[in-house]
């Protein structure tokens, strides 16, 4: 069943190779006339429009750029907790000269 589907699939594509200003129902006319297919509106619709539309995916979740110095701060008031307020800053005036 699933290489039927393609097919009509391809044949939409191929349609729309040969017209591409057709609509829809007109597609839908034409291929069930031509090559006695019967296909959904939807299908064609989703053969249509969708590759238009589509834009490659990135990976993962994106990260928001305002989170990044908040993330920041907490990780150094972790260290203040941790080492003392004046044991961090010596040892950012030690990094500085670094």
């Known amino acids: 069943m ?3 589907e393609g097919s009509k699939s391809q044949a939409i594509r191929d349609y729309l190779a040969k017209h591409p200003t057709a609509g829809p129902k007109e597609i ?3 291929l069930k006339k031509n090559n006695n297919l019967d296909v959904a509106e939807g299908l064609v ?3 249509k429009y969708a590759s238009k539309n589509k834009k490659p995916r ?3 979740r994106p990260v928001k750029k305002t989170a990044q110095p908040f993330e920041a701060l907490l990780a150094v ?3 203040t907790d941790r080492f003392g307020e004046d044991n961090v800053q010596q ?3 030690v ?3 670094l």
Do not use: E, Y
């Open 2 to 4: 699933a290489k039927r």
């Open 28 to 30: 839908i006319a034409a």
């Open 45 to 47: 619709s989703n053969v």
């Open 58 to 60: 990135k990976a993962g």
């Open 77 to 79: 008031k972790g260290l």
């Open 91 to 93: 040892a950012l005036n």
């Open 95 to 97: 990094l500085k000269k």
